[in-house]
């Protein structure tokens, strides 16, 4: 319960400094640890841990296809928003961003946020 306290902190953290619509924590196996979404609550956190496990497992499989090297993160952005995915060791970070967001911003405080979660985790 301390970890999963931990990493709500971290998720809130990211949200605050961002301006970002949510974001979840995820095993790369797609089971839940941790989500926030402050504008739909109706979003349910086993689905965006299976989404999200889906489309990390994809993404690998199109990364060795093309022999880039390891999995670091992927992009789906649509007409009103955006959704990245970050492979942490075995966790995953889903960010459902707006499509206007700095993208710099936005990338500092991923990383920012991935540093936390791997330091909780050492």
């Given at each position: 319960m301390v970890i999963e306290n931990n990493y709500e902190a971290i998720l809130q953290k990211l949200i605050d400094q961002?301006?970002?619509?949510?974001?979840?924590?995820?095993?790369?196996?797609?089971?839940?640890?941790?989500?926030?979404?402050?504008?739909?609550?109706?979003?349910?956190?086993?689905?965006?841990?299976?989404?999200?496990?889906?489309?990390?497992?994809?993404?690998?499989?199109?990364?060795?296809?093309?022999?880039?090297?390891?999995?670091?993160?992927?992009?789906?952005?649509?007409?009103?928003?955006?959704?990245?995915?970050?492979?942490?060791?075995s966790l995953i970070l889903l960010v459902l961003a707006p499509k206007s967001i700095s993208q710099g911003i936005l990338h500092l405080g991923v990383k920012s946020c991935i540093r936390e979660i791997k330091k909780l985790n050492s």
């Open positions: 961002t301006k970002i619509y949510g974001a979840s924590l995820n095993t790369i196996d797609g089971l839940p640890i941790i989500s926030i979404f402050k504008n739909n609550k109706s979003i349910e956190d086993a689905f965006v841990s299976a989404i999200s496990s889906a489309m990390t497992m994809h993404s690998e499989k199109v990364m060795s296809e093309f022999e880039c090297g390891n999995l670091d993160n992927c992009k789906i952005q649509g007409e009103n928003g955006q959704v990245l995915i970050f492979k942490i060791n």
